[in-house]
């Protein structure tokens, strides 16, 4: 049985602690805050970017610099906002001058972001940039090739589609880019729109020897309603 929205919550700031606490790459020693994440936590879209940079290390929220209100404001353009949705990092820490991610800073945070795509079950994840796009499609195909092209993919245990985007830092740098990431997300829509994908059949449960029961009543309020976790700081 899959856990409730409250359950998934709980988890999610449980390893929110842990990840606050994280020593375990050289990271770790020159930042201000850790950047776990922020947003919806039953959100049915993700954003996974690339590292903090100057500004989410100080406030701790990711996309909160230039890059983050450009995101916003294309989000606004097809009737979206950062409240809907949730974003992270691959990494959670800044690397020193905005340095591109090493290999060895991507695996050790891997296990943290797949934590947070399995407990907050987005329907799409929508991948910004190279590092983003690579790591979880599993594949070396760049951003160029791939952007706004969706994917099926499993992740987390759970079957999403993956739609890898160009960063919009690049889009800041670039007016071309700006323009293909603005129609790329113009078919967000669409895309979330197709629900979610089939997923993995699961395993059947081996069956008990003891006699079937009839199941306990269940209390109409059992099942807390979905609400927005919010934004950590």
Do not use: W
Not at 7 to 23: D, H, K, Q
Request: net charge negative; hydrophobic share 40%; aromatic share 4%.
């Amino acid at each position: 049985m899959g856990r409730s929205a409250a359950e998934r919550r709980e988890e999610l700031v449980a390893v929110l602690r842990e990840a606050r606490g994280c020593t375990l790459c050289p990271l770790a020693a020159g930042r201000t805050q850790v950047v776990f994440g922020a947003g919806n936590a039953d959100a049915e879209l993700m954003f996974v970017g690339e590292a903090p940079g100057f500004h989410e290390d100080q406030q701790g929220v990711p996309f909160v610099g230039r890059a983050g209100q450009l995101l916003g404001e294309l989000l606004t353009e097809i009737g979206m906002s950062r409240e809907e949705v949730f974003i992270a990092n691959v990494l959670m820490c800044r690397p020193p001058g905005n340095r591109d991610p090493e290999a060895g800073e991507i695996a050790t945070c891997q296990p943290y972001l797949m934590a947070k795509i399995e407990l907050i079950e987005p329907k799409v994840i929508c991948t910004l940039g190279n590092f983003a796009t690579k790591l979880l499609s599993g594949s070396s195909s760049g951003i160029t090739r791939v952007h706004g092209q969706p994917q099926l993919r499993e992740l987390g245990g759970r079957a999403v589609r993956l739609y890898p985007l160009f960063h919009p830092a690049a889009a800041l740098r670039t007016p071309r880019v700006k323009e293909q990431l603005r129609e790329d997300l113009a078919r967000l829509p669409a895309l979330l729109a197709q629900g979610a994908p089939a997923q993995p059949r699961e395993e059947p449960a081996m069956e008990s020897p003891e006699p079937a029961r009839d199941p306990a009543p269940q209390h109409p309020d059992a099942e807390p309603a979905r609400d927005q976790l919010g934004l950590f700081g």
